[in-house]
C-alpha cells in the first residue's frame, strides 16, 4: 500500500506541477499532506513536517543570503567595468564578441538568477550582435550553455533542490562538482570560439572606424578577403550602449568608490566557499550582512536593498520550505524505503552499482520534459534510496543529478530560456537545433569528470 501511495503521491506533485494547475509551493505543501494522511500519518504528520523544517532551515538561509549578496552586487555596479570591458574589446571580431558573451554570461549567472543574466547579456551585447551582422541564436546559444553550466552553483536552485530533497548539505553537493563545473564551462568557451570563428568566416572581420566617432558618425565596414564594405552608419558605442538602459549608470545604488572593496569581498567569499572552511548559509549571512553595511550604511537604504530582491528570495526560500513537508511525510511515512524496496526488486542487480551514472544520463532527458521540481523531489529520492542498498551514498546520488543542467536549461518548461529566446528575437525551435547537442556534449562531460575524480561512483 506505501509503494502504490507514494508513486500516487509522486504521479499527483509532478501532474500538478507539469500541467500548471498548482505552484511547486502549493504543490509541495497539499499533496503530501493529503497523502500523508491517507497513509496514516494522523497527528504525527505534525512533527513529520517540523523534522523536515529543520532539516532544510539551514538551505533557506543560504538562498535567502545568497540572492542578497549577489543582488547587492549588480545594484552597486561590481560588474559593469566588466560589462564595458568586454564591449570595448569585442567591438569589432564576431569572435571575440561570442566569447565575450560567455564570459559576461558566466559572471552574471553568479546571481543565481537566469533572466536576471539573459537581460543584462542581450542588453549589452545584442546591439552589437545586429550592428556587425552576427547571428542572435549565436548569443542564445552560448548565453544558454554558460548560464545551464553555472546553474549547479548551490543558490542557482537545482543542487539546493537535490539538497534538500535528500536532506543533506548544498555544500556537500557542489564544492566537489567544482572541476566538473569547471570542464563545462572550458567547454562552452571552446564551443563559443568555434561559432565565433564559423561568424567570422561567413561575415567577414568588421573593422570600427573610431575616428569617426567625434564627427557623431562612427563606421563599420568589412575586412580581409571580402575587401571593404559600405559603413553600416552610426555609433557601436552608442548601440552598444543600450546595456545601461538595462543597467542604469545614473542609478542611485551605484557605488564606484568601493568596488576594489566589493570585488574583493566576492573573491575572498568565492575562495572561501571552495575551500569549504565554514558552511556556506554561514558564510553568505556574514558576506551579505557586510556588503550592506558597507555599501547601504543607512538603515532604509539596506531594507530598500532587500526588498528590491525580495520576490526571487520569497519565491525560492517558500518553494525550500514547501519541500520539507514532501521530504517529511516521505521519510516519515516510510513511502520511500517501501518504493526503494519495490525498485530493488526490479532493477536487475547488475544494474544497480551503476544507479549513480544511471541518474546523471536520465537527468539529461528528464530535467528537460520535466521540471527540476518534479524531478528532484519526485524522482530523485526513489532512485537514491534504491541506489543505498548498493551503497551509493545520497550524496553521490545529489552530484550525478545536476549534472543534466545544461540540458534542463534549454527546455521549453524554464521561463528564463524562453525569455532569452524573446529578447533576442529568434526562435526557440532555431535555439534548439544549435544548443541541444551541444549542452547534451557538456553535461556528459561533467558527469565524466565526476566519475574520474571519483564523486559519482561508477561500479
Known amino acids: 500500500m506505501l509503494v502504490i501511495l507514494g508513486f500516487l503521491m509522486v504521479a499527483a506533485f509532478m501532474f500538478l506541477i507539469l500541467t500548471k494547475r498548482a505552484t511547486p509551493v502549493v504543490a509541495l505543501t497539499l499533496v503530501p499532506v493529503i497523502f500523508g494522511l491517507l497513509a496514516g500519518a494522523g497527528l504525527g504528520i505534525g512533527d513529520m513536517i517540523t523534522d523536515g523544517i529543520k532539516s532544510l532551515a539551514p538551505t533557506a538561509a543560504l538562498l535567502f543570503f545568497a540572492i542578497i549578496f549577489f543582488g547587492i552586487m549588480i545594484d552597486v555596479g561590481l560588474f559593469d567595468p566588466l560589462v564595458r570591458g568586454i564591449l570595448r574589446l569585442v567591438r569589432n571580431d564576431p569572435m571575440k564578441l561570442v566569447v565575450g558573451t560567455a564570459i559576461l554570461a558566466m559572471v552574471v549567472s553568479l546571481d543565481g538568477d537566469g533572466s536576471t543574466t539573459f537581460i543584462i547579456v542581450t542588453s549589452a551585447l545584442l546591439p552589437l550582435y545586429l550592428k556587425l551582422g552576427v ?3 549565436i548569443l542564445t546559444v552560448v548565453a544558454g550553455l554558460a548560464n545551464g553550466t553555472m546553474n549547479i552553483i548551490p543558490w542557482g536552485g537545482p543542487t539546493v533542490r537535490a539538497a534538500s530533497a535528500l536532506g543533506i ?5 557542489f564544492v566537489p562538482m567544482v572541476p566538473s563545473m569547471i570542464v563545462g564551462l572550458i567547454i562552452v568557451l571552446l564551443f563559443a570560439v568555434h561559432l565565433g570563428i564559423m561568424e567570422r568566416r561567413r561575415i567577414g572581420k568588421l573593422i570600427y572606424e573610431p575616428e569617426l566617432v567625434a564627427s557623431g558618425g562612427g563606421s563599420l565596414r568589412k575586412g580581409g578577403k571580402g575587401g571593404g564594405g559600405a559603413g553600416t552608419g552610426g555609433s557601436a558605442e552608442g548601440e552598444s550602449g543600450q546595456f545601461f538602459d538595462g543597467l542604469d549608470p545614473n542609478r542611485d545604488t551605484l557605488r564606484p568608490k568601493l568596488l576594489w572593496f566589493n570585488a574583493a569581498l566576492t573573491v575572498i567569499l568565492l575562495v572561501i566557499l571552495v575551500m569549504d572552511i565554514l558552511p556556506i548559509p554561514v558564510l553568505f549571512m556574514i558576506a551579505a550582512s557586510i556588503a550592506l553595511t558597507v555599501n547601504f550604511p543607512k538603515v532604509k537604504e539596506q531594507g530598500d536593498a532587500i526588498a528590491r530582491h525580495s520576490s526571487s528570495i520569497v519565491s525560492v526560500v ?55 521540481d518534479a524531478f528532484y523531489f519526485g524522482i530523485l529520492p526513489v532512485l537514491t534510496e534504491t541506489a543505498s542498498k548498493y551503497g551509493i ?7 550525478a543529478s545536476i549534472t543534466g543542467q545544461p540540458v534542463h536549461l534549454q527546455s521549453p518548461l524554464v521561463p528564463a530560456i524562453l525569455l532569452l529566446v524573446t529578447l533576442a528575437g529568434v526562435s526557440l525551435a532555431d535555439h534548439h537545433k544549435k544548443v541541444l547537442w551541444r549542452a547534451v556534449v557538456v553535461s556528459l562531460a561533467m558527469l565524466a569528470v565526476g566519475i574520474v575524480l571519483g564523486q559519482i561512483p561508477f561500479g
Do not use: K
Not at 551514498?393 to 552530484?399: K, L
Open 135 to 137: 547571428s542572435p541564436v
Open 393 to 399: 551514498d545520497p550524496v553521490e546520488m545529489a552530484r
Open 169 to 173: 548539505s548544498p555544500s556537500d553537493v
Open 318 to 372: 517558500a518553494m525550500v520550505l514547501a519541500a520539507a513537508i514532501l521530504t517529511g511525510v516521505f521519510q516519515g511515512t516510510g513511502m520511500v524505503e517501501a518504493m526503494a524496496e519495490w525498485l530493488l526488486n526490479v532493477i536487475p542487480s547488475g544494474m544497480g552499482p551503476y544507479l549513480a551514472v544511471i541518474t546523471g544520463i536520465l537527468s539529461i532527458p528528464l530535467t528537460f520534459f520535466m521540471t527540476n
